[in-house]
């Protein structure tokens, strides 16, 4: 159980185009999900975290404006990167967790790689 | 602030056996977690310790004290697939995890 999906899992794009990537719980609701960046050879970077029907709460750092997330569901988190340059290019996982669980475990993602043109 | 330290890179012999610490200083402690991250790979779970001492899980195991901030995971019987990263991450007082730079894991044969 607890498996998370996520799409697509690797995207080209153009400079300045959008890149929308789907992040969802299969077998379970999540009340909450997490965005993450990984560059080459660093760790994860919490982007932000979100609860199904609010508003996405953004690391420091981390434009709001420019990536974009609605958590429409307990099943459904979408990560939005506008206007996407090449300096936005990584691996982006998001994982989710549900209160049912005694431990708070993160159930991850297997990732996005973007790549801006 | 808040600070997780963890080695940058370990190297071993397949077959042998490795030890992997991790020292934090967060704001709040709700449990640790290490999980395995293969390159170009999501990291999955390998072990979550929220009391003191040892829980075993096959071939690895996962150590913590929290009066020292410190935790280890013990890897046995190394094998080639074990080359990997492997992440240290701390659930502080708001639930949020804290992750550590990861260590690269390289087994020799």
């Known amino acids: 159980g607890a498996v998370?999906?996520?799409?697509?899992?690797?995207?080209?794009?153009?400079?300045?185009?959008?890149?929308?990537?789907?992040?969802?719980?299969?077998?379970f609701q999540a009340t909450t999900m997490f965005w993450y960046r990984q560059f080459p050879k660093q760790s994860l970077m919490l982007m932000a975290t979100?609860?199904?029907?609010?508003?996405?709460?953004?690391?420091?750092?981390?434009?709001?404006?420019k990536f974009l997330i609605n958590h429409?569901?307990?099943?459904?988190?979408?990560?939005?990167?506008?206007?996407?340059h090449p300096e936005d290019s990584s691996f982006y996982i998001c994982s989710a967790r549900t209160s049912a669980l005694d431990y708070n475990?993160?159930?991850?993602?297997?990732?996005?790689?973007?790549?801006v043109l | 602030g808040q600070n997780i330290?963890?080695?940058?890179?370990?190297?071993?012999?397949?077959?042998?056996?490795?030890?992997i610490n991790c020292t934090y200083q967060?704001?709040?402690?709700?449990?640790?977690?290490?999980?395995?991250?293969?390159?170009?790979?999501?990291?999955?779970?390998?072990?979550?310790?929220?009391?003191?001492?040892?829980?075993?899980?096959?071939?690895?195991?996962?150590f913590l004290s929290r009066s020292k901030g410190y935790s280890?995971?013990?890897?046995?019987e190394l094998q080639m697939k074990d080359s990997a990263s492997y992440l240290c991450a701390v659930l502080d007082s708001n639930y949020q995890l804290i992750w550590g730079a990861g260590t690269k894991l390289i087994i020799k044969p």
């Open chain 1, 105 to 115: 475990e993160q159930f991850f993602g297997p990732g996005t790689r973007l790549t």
């Open chain 2, 72 to 76: 280890y995971l013990l890897l046995k």
């Open chain 2, 26 to 62: 967060t704001s709040g402690f709700n449990g640790l977690f290490w999980y395995q991250q293969h390159a170009g790979e999501a990291p999955t779970f390998l072990s979550y310790n929220v009391l003191d001492g040892l829980e075993e899980k096959g071939r690895f195991s996962s």
């Open chain 1, 4 to 27: 998370v999906s996520q799409h697509p899992s690797w995207v080209i794009c153009k400079s300045g185009t959008s890149v929308k990537i789907e992040c969802r719980s299969l077998d």
């Open chain 2, 5 to 19: 330290d963890q080695p940058t890179e370990m190297t071993a012999t397949e077959g042998a056996i490795v030890q």
């Open chain 1, 50 to 65: 979100s609860n199904e029907g609010s508003k996405a709460t953004y690391e420091q750092g981390v434009e709001k404006d």
């Open chain 1, 72 to 84: 429409a569901s307990l099943t459904l988190s979408t990560l939005t990167v506008t206007s996407a």
